[in-house]
């Protein structure tokens, strides 16, 4: 497929046509069916009391598959194999590698999303960014221009769909006022800089994660739409479904877990870095960790380093008093692609290193809050100190590295 990369990056989404090739379609349909069926079962015995009998499936807006973890991912067989194969295809794999500007993309996770059984309507306007434990959203307009993305998702409908809606441009920059104020007055109503996406059956649209979008109805039509995205490692560290699906594609799962295990090993490199005050290893590590970026984006992966340390902090010595309790939640998970890889990860350090990587790094953090709680639309956040768009001003890696080097 002849891709128009520039366009990519300037508009931040692309329709792509036959992601899944039309003699295929079928095939993974069925595939992705016998899932849902199989989903269904578990979410029928894990229904909570008053629940409905279906449980989530009849209780969700938007019933979503996680093919990537348990249980589904041990469910996977030959049956189902062609819901992981999907992702290896040309205009899916191959065209996630190109506009991400490197040699392989990996997948980060499978998902799928569903229609509810009854009608939800629509939902509300949002970036895929939660500023707290993340970074601020100006973070990430400054590392795409300066790099490009680090990540691209995809939404692939198995049946046709236009749910999806965009705003061009908008993963590069900060809402504009008339945003702001159609968001706070009326979140699930079309801005007037959207764009509805027409997808037919095994087309897909590819996008740049802080764009922002919209799913404009949550009906009960027929809603089968593959899900997940790409980046330069996996965040699926369970491939025991590997036997059961293609050599092409065992290998290549196999080539990204290896690269996963690399990224976790840069990451603690960092991090052993700031504890041993070596800022030669501190610059190598985030050159492994993130080639090719500069000044922006060794800054932002920073922001992403100080998380983990809070996480590690957290895991390792609780409790610790002043962190705002969604921020606990949050970090205390895993969310690979910002380098908080769980709680197995902090184990590689001791309470007394988690103790003192959190000393070197909560200025840092300090410098990520306001003094009072404060709320920005369109994002998947409560009111809350941290910034939504700003990252601290006039503050770099040269900064971060001389808050630890002079203590």
């Known amino acids: 497929m002849k891709l128009n990369r520039d366009e990519f990056l300037e508009t931040g989404y ?47 807006a938007q019933p979503r598959l996680q093919l990537s973890r348990a249980p589904l991912v041990n469910q996977i067989d030959p049956k189902t194999a062609p819901a992981v194969e999907v992702w290896l295809e040309e205009n899916i794999h191959g065209v996630s590698t190109e506009l991400l500007g490197i040699a392989d993309g990996a997948v980060t996770e499978m998902m799928m999303m569903c229609n509810p059984v009854r009608d939800h309507g629509p939902a509300k306007w949002h970036r895929d960014l939660h500023p707290i434990d993340t970074a601020p959203l100006q973070g990430y307009i400054d590392d795409i221009l300066e790099g490009g993305p680090r990540y691209v998702q995809w939404n692939i409908p198995l049946y046709d769909d236009s749910v999806l809606w965009v705003v061009p441009g908008s993963h590069l920059r900060l809402n504009t006022p008339e945003e702001n104020e159609v968001m706070l007055a009326d979140p699930p109503r079309p801005l007037p800089t959207g764009v509805q996406t027409h997808l037919e059956a095994g087309d897909g649209v590819v996008y740049i994660l802080p764009i922002l979008h919209w799913g404009s109805n949550y009906s009960p039509k027929m809603r089968r739409t593959v899900h997940g995205g790409f980046s330069t490692f996996t965040s699926i560290d369970d491939l025991s479904f590997a036997e059961h699906i293609s050599a092409d594609a065992q290998t290549a799962f196999t080539r990204w877990n290896d690269r996963s295990e690399q990224m976790k090993q840069h990451t603690e490199s960092a991090l052993q870095a700031v504890l041993g005050v070596d800022v030669a290893a501190y610059l190598s590590a985030l050159d492994s960790l993130h080639p090719e970026r500069s000044e922006k984006g060794r800054i932002l992966s920073t922001v992403f380093l100080c998380k983990s340390a809070l996480a590690i902090r957290l895991h ?77 001003a006039d503050y770099g890696t040269e900064d971060f590295i001389a808050s630890w080097t002079a203590a």
Not at 23 to 52: C, F, I, S
Not at 323 to 347: C, M, S, Y
């Open 14 to 60: 692309l329709i792509v046509k036959e992601a899944v090739p039309r003699d295929k379609l079928e095939r993974v349909r069925q595939a992705y069916e016998t899932l849902v069926n199989r989903q269904r079962e578990t979410w029928k015995a894990e229904r909570a009391a008053g629940d409905p009998p279906g449980g989530v499936w009849e209780t969700g």
């Open 316 to 392: 390792k010595d609780p409790p610790l008093q002043g962190i705002a309790e969604d921020l606990q939640r949050r970090v205390l998970g895993k969310h690979p692609i910002t380098l908080n890889w769980g709680p197995k990860f902090a184990d590689r350090f001791s309470p007394d290193e988690a103790r003192l990587l959190w000393d070197r790094f909560s200025p840092l953090e300090d410098l990520l809050q306001a003094d009072e709680e404060h709320f920005v639309p369109g994002f998947q956040a409560v009111p809350m100190k941290h910034y939504f768009n700003e990252m601290p």
